[in-house]
């Protein structure tokens, strides 16, 4: 596939376009009978980095052929084998190293750092948060609640407006109304059923205002658009790695704890948070690791790493800002020519501002959502949906170029046709 631009697009400047991306060569497409599928779905599952296997496969033969003595000897000894991915892993979201961790899997992670982070003390005990948030942020939050002795209750929520999109200014309001018996924010970065950026560095303001705790599920954002976790009062993140960051499915999560809370360890604890320097000495007494680090629970899963790192070598080759730019484009040609199908068929509920969505669009249909999926799958454009009636789709600027998207546009023309 080629990145020629269709006539449709050509009022945009070609001097913003980047003729190196997408970069097809460095990923795998999923086909049919040879024919490359539009894949248009990795806000859900990100494409395989090519050198995914040639790395697992190191690792494969590192085990065979060292045993446990992998761990200290071989091209990466395991007992290193996250420490650049750290680094890289910390320029995607401008932090510090020693403030990222990766470790477990998104949910397991709300939990460790609900642990440290929610910390209820007289009338400060609700948690405010998104409605609808992602269901398992959601138990998450319930749970952490029900075992402490609260209920759904002490659940503060911002919802959207009539449009579906949500207001700061209304959060802002919340936090002001109610500063006094909310212990914890914890919001999303990027919205996963309309697509909406949320502005974070000035929620993080007004946590920090009123000394409220705020924390962030980053799973729709890392990869997908720029962000300063240091810089933006963030205390604590976390998100997932197979989505934009294409680390495979159910790959590994990471963590982000600002710096200035790398004192406190009133946390779930293990082995592997315990410092580098007496770690295999087993005492009985925990000795926390260097900042974020010291939240690590067990020994990470060195096979799941590796496809990791293979797209986070990618990513540290182009980096965010340069990924941005393209990406904006190339939504904002789609957003152009799906308002051309939308009026009367379906809504598209990802804001029209380029600075509140990123790669992800979401259009919602009254009627016929399933039809018009069935329809795009059938004729091999790669989406997803969810019930009752979203349908999203996001360009990602590592492996999608503009013919993919006309082709999408062009399919769910003929489908909406076909549908009425």
């Known amino acids: 596939m080629s990145n020629i631009l269709p006539r449709t697009v050509l009022h945009f400047d070609p001097e913003l376009i980047d003729a ?51 761990h200290f000897e071989g091209n990466i000894p395991w007992i290193h084998y996250l420490d650049d991915m750290h680094r890289m892993m910390a320029k995607l979201v401008n932090a510090k190293a020693h403030e990222v ?6 949910t397991t992670n709300i939990h460790i750092l609900l642990s440290g982070f929610y910390q209820p003390s007289g009338h400060r005990k609700k948690i405010l948060m998104e409605q609808p948030a992602f269901p398992s942020d959601l138990y998450a939050i319930k749970s952490h609640l029900q075992t402490r002795g609260y209920s759904d209750k002490d659940i503060i929520y911002w919802n959207p407006d009539i449009t579906g999109s949500f207001n700061e200014e209304v959060l802002k309001e919340l936090i002001v109304e109610h500063h006094e018996e909310i212990a914890l ?14 502005d974070l560095r000035t929620v993080g303001e007004t946590a920090a205002r009123y000394n409220l705790m705020f924390g962030v599920d980053l799973a729709h954002a890392v990869g997908n658009v720029e962000l300063s976790l240091h810089d933006w ?14 680390g495979g499915p159910g790959s590994l999560g990471a963590c982000f704890i600002h710096e ?18 007496n770690r295999f000495e087993m005492h009985s007494e925990f000795t926390p690791d260097s900042g974020a680090w010291s939240w690590q629970m067990s020994n990470p899963p060195i096979l799941a790493l590796a496809s990791l790192r293979a797209s986070l070598e990618i990513f540290d080759r182009y980096g965010m800002s340069r990924l941005r730019s393209q990406s904006r484009i190339l939504c904002a040609y789609m957003y152009t020519e799906l308002e051309k199908l939308s009026p009367g068929v379906f809504t598209i509920t990802t804001p029209p501002n380029a600075e509140k969505r990123g790669a992800m669009l979401c259009l919602y249909f ?20 969810r019930r009752p009636g979203t349908i999203r789709v996001a360009a990602h ?18 489908a909406i046709r076909a549908s009425i």
């Open 233 to 246: 009062g963030v205390d604590f993140a976390c998100w997932c790695t197979y989505k934009y960051l294409n």
């Open 20 to 70: 190196d991306l997408p970069d097809v060569s460095a990923f795998r497409f999923p086909e049919n009978e040879g024919i490359r599928k539009t894949y248009l779905c990795g806000h859900s599952l990100g494409l395989q980095p090519d050198q995914a296997e040639r790395y697992t496969d190191e690792v494969m033969k590192q085990w065979a052929t060292l045993g446990v003595e992998g």
């Open 101 to 106: 961790v990766i470790m477990n899997t998104l």
């Open 185 to 198: 924010i914890f919001i999303s970065g990027v919205h996963y059923l309309n697509g909406q950026l949320f």
């Open 397 to 414: 600027p590592l492996y999608n170029s503009f013919d993919d998207c006309y082709r999408f546009i062009s399919v769910l023309r003929e």
């Open 366 to 385: 009254e009627n016929n959502a399933t039809t018009i999926f069935d329809a795009l799958s059938q004729h091999h454009v790669i989406v997803d949906y």
């Open 260 to 277: 200035k809370h790398h004192t406190m360890h009133h946390h779930f604890q293990g082995w592997w948070g315990n410092s580098l320097s």
